[in-house]
């Protein structure tokens, strides 16, 4: 069946990085399109950031562009999100979509 894990996530600094991985299985990753969402307690999920099948095209919130960088890795299955300079506001659980499926969510915290 169709399974997405995130991991990565942790407590950093404001102005620290995190990588978030997404590992994908039970479909054929290459073709979906992959996107990252986050939730904080009390509001919906968020989007965040998607990337085409094709690599080539991606999308960002107003909130991360510029700072966060999303990719792929068709031949592991894999999808990341590169966050850099973080702030406070982007502490959130960070969830990994794709195939109408979501992964369970990795917590981010950032505080100092």
């Known amino acids: 069946q169709v399974q997405l894990v995130e991991t990565g996530g942790g407590l950093v600094q404001p102005g620290g990085s995190l990588r978030l991985s997404c590992a994908a299985s039970?479909?054929?990753?290459?073709?979906?399109?992959m996107s990252w969402y986050r939730q904080v307690p009390g509001e919906g999920r968020k989007f965040v950031a998607a990337?085409?099948?094709?690599?080539?095209?991606?999308n960002y919130a107003d909130s991360v562009k510029g700072r966060f960088t999303i990719s792929r890795d068709d031949n592991n299955q894999k999808m990341y999100l590169q966050m850099n300079s973080l702030k406070p506001e982007d502490t959130a659980v960070y969830y990994c979509y794709a195939n109408n499926h979501w992964g369970q969510g990795t917590q981010v915290t950032v505080s100092s």
């Open positions: 039970g479909f054929t990753f290459q073709n979906y399109a």
């Open positions: 990337m085409h099948p094709s690599g080539s095209i991606t």
